[in-house]
């Protein structure tokens, strides 16, 4: 729930009116002491007056400046020196106050500034800056532009998990942070930091619309699948079986592949995703693999066939069949014109139909093709998904005997991230609403993409919302590569850092992305490695960054019914992996634990 956007507001009058009383007792007491002393110096001894005088005096005094000893009580003012003694020593004591605040003011300042007082450091945004930034005030004031179905609807009546993720509370102005659902974020949490727990897991379940979840492990959908199932339909793209999950996603590679411009940006992706190397292999190489492929998953959509056939052509090494089909549908105007030729080129070389191979080697397990040939009217209608508050999980894991799931789920995810864009650029608002969310969880394991800083850049446009986790910044390096690590930084109008182990570099270019005030890290290299679990700095668009208190699900006030969902889910998985069930048909390493086996 959104905290009261005016308390800053009514933090600022009270904060007036407390100044104003300070100021004014300050002078009150310097007026009546002035007097006093001017009494001692003009040799009448010291008033007969006490402190508690000094409001009436003060007051009576601002009415007659220019009678001070009218403003002493009669048996004290004959005690009075003169105005002239009077004022001077007022003014004496009024500047030397002055002088004194300004020094306490700049030694308090200093302390600030000092590094082990972090509650107090200086460089962090203020309670103004967060309301107007990340409160859910700024969330809700965006809800037209980003919901449209909002739009003449008053701010305040939209809730702001309708067009935002809650994010956790700023510790020292102790407002609720949000984002937008424009906001593309990138989280940076090593292994074990909660992330699952704190993100993952919450963002997945207030996704206010269809949402697409990858994750290495079976946490996140454990923990939310019966809470998304209340909302609308729950797939899961689950080859081996982990899940036990009755709906499962079934995605055909030839799906739109009728139109040349699919095949080609399908054909590139499996061949960058399964481990290529243009300076290894070569650029006529890869061209070579690439154009068979496209040529044989459009032989197969122009064909109207199952997907088996088409990867029977791919062990075979034999495209004659797909050949003709291409060149049938040529004569008929329905294949792209050169396609066959390019087919019959690039078939008769051995080693391309090499390439061809160890590309689609990841549909080879029997399980993984099983889901990748749905028959007619079985096929995942991604367009219908969009239309509710539906969820898509994938689950998978890399068996080093048969493969792994990787390039098959970077293509799917490619193909949505595409015909989401494509969907909402048709729509009069130019936008998806309900609006997608895709919970990237392990992105650098799931779905290292060329395309993935664009699309980082560009979804918020059209209430796209992306989530990015990295377990560091050298992971992303390794994947992306550093200017594609940067892209993607660059691209993400949210970072959160969170605690944790970290290469001395990494922990450097954090703390560096965090900030400086006069010259000094915000948060160190150290501090940043130190931060305890359920602690995370956001730097988000403009504002100064954020040190904030996460929430783990189970402080949740659905806490209750999330537990009820996650044990129901756990105890399907237990009966399903029960002795009288089938043997699982996917070899498991027996010297691997759970956590470390579930990979892409």
């Known amino acids: 729930m959104a905290g009261n956007d005016d308390d800053d507001v009514y933090i600022l009058f009270l904060g007036i009116a407390l100044s104003v009383a300070l100021l004014g007792g300050v002078g009150s007491f310097l007026t009546w002491l002035a007097g006093q002393v001017s009494g001692v110096i003009a040799g009448g001894g010291w008033p007969d007056s006490s402190p508690t005088d ?35 020593l007022l003014a004496v004591f009024l500047t ?20 082990p007082v972090r509650r107090l450091r200086l460089g962090y945004a203020s309670g103004w800056e967060v309301r107007r930034l990340l409160s859910a005030r700024a ?26 993720f809650y994010l956790g509370r700023d510790i020292r102005s102790r407002r609720k942070l949000y984002a937008s659902l424009e906001h593309t974020a990138v989280i940076v949490a090593p292994p074990r930091q909660g992330k699952d727990v704190h993100f993952v ?16 492990r079976r946490e996140t959908f454990i923990n939310t699948a019966m809470m998304r199932a209340q909302y609308g339909e729950v797939y899961v793209f689950d080859p081996y079986n982990w899940t036990g999950w009755p709906n499962r996603m079934r995605w055909s590679p030839l799906q739109g592949c009728e139109d ?42 122009i064909g109207k066939l199952n997907f088996r056939e088409v990867m029977r052509w791919v062990y075979e090494a034999s495209g004659e069949q797909a050949l003709e089909i291409l060149r049938q549908g040529e004569r008929e105007g329905r294949v792209a014109a050169g396609y066959p030729g390019q087919l019959e080129f ?18 080879s397990h029997p399980n993984v093709l099983e889901d990748c040939c749905p028959e007619p009217g079985e096929e995942f209608d991604f367009v219908n998904f969009l239309k509710g508050r539906n969820t898509l999980y994938f689950v998978a894991k890399r068996q080093s005997d048969w493969g792994g799931i990787y390039p098959i789920v970077t293509t799917i995810l490619e193909q949505y991230f595409r015909s989401a864009r494509g969907t909402a650029m048709k729509s009069p608002t130019g936008r998806l609403d309900p609006p997608l969310t895709f919970e990237l969880n392990q992105v650098a394991d799931v779905f290292v993409s060329g395309g993935l800083p664009t699309y980082m850049g560009e979804s918020g446009g059209y209430s796209i919302a992306v989530h990015l986790y990295l377990t560091s910044l050298a992971e992303a390096r390794a994947k992306f590569g550093a200017d594609g690590t940067a892209a993607l930084l660059d691209n993400a109008a949210i970072k959160i850092i969170s605690g944790g182990a970290g290469t001395a570099k990494d922990l450097s270019d954090l703390s560096d992305l965090v900030g400086k005030h006069d010259g000094k890290q915000i948060l160190t290299p150290d501090e940043l490695r130190t931060m305890p679990f359920g602690r995370a700095v956001v730097v988000a668009d403009t504002a100064r960054p954020v040190e904030m208190w996460l929430t783990p699900w189970w402080k949740r006030k659905d806490r209750d019914a999330i537990a009820s969902g996650k044990a129901a889910v756990e105890a399907m998985i237990s009966q399903m992996n029960a002795p009288s069930a089938p043997a699982a048909t996917v070899p498991v390493d027996e010297d691997e634990d759970e956590d470390s086996s579930i990979v892409w």
């Open 54 to 88: 000094c409001f009436d005096i003060a007051f009576k005094l601002v009415r007659h400046p220019s009678d001070p000893q009218g403003a002493w009580p009669p048996a004290a003012a004959a005690a009075l020196g003169s105005g002239a003694v009077f004022f001077t």
């Open 96 to 115: 030397v106050a002055a002088v004194g605040t300004i020094f306490l003011v700049r030694v308090f300042l200093n302390v600030r500034r000092h590094r």
């Open 139 to 164: 969330v809700q004031n965006k809800a037209g532009q980003v919901r449209p179905s909002t739009h003449g609807q008053p701010a305040r009546t939209v809730k702001p998990e309708d067009v935002g």
């Open 201 to 216: 897991t919450p963002f997945t379940i207030d996704a206010p619309g269809p949402c697409i979840v990858t994750s290495s």
């Open 260 to 301: 040349p411009n699919v095949c080609a940006v399908r054909s590139g992706t499996l061949v960058q995703s399964s481990g290529f190397d243009i300076a290894r292999e070569g650029s006529s190489t890869l061209s070579g693999v690439v154009t068979l492929i496209r040529c044989l998953l459009h032989a197969g959509a």
């Open 346 to 363: 690039n078939m008769r070389n051995e080693r391309l139909w090499s390439g061809v191979i160890q590309a689609m080697h990841c549909f």
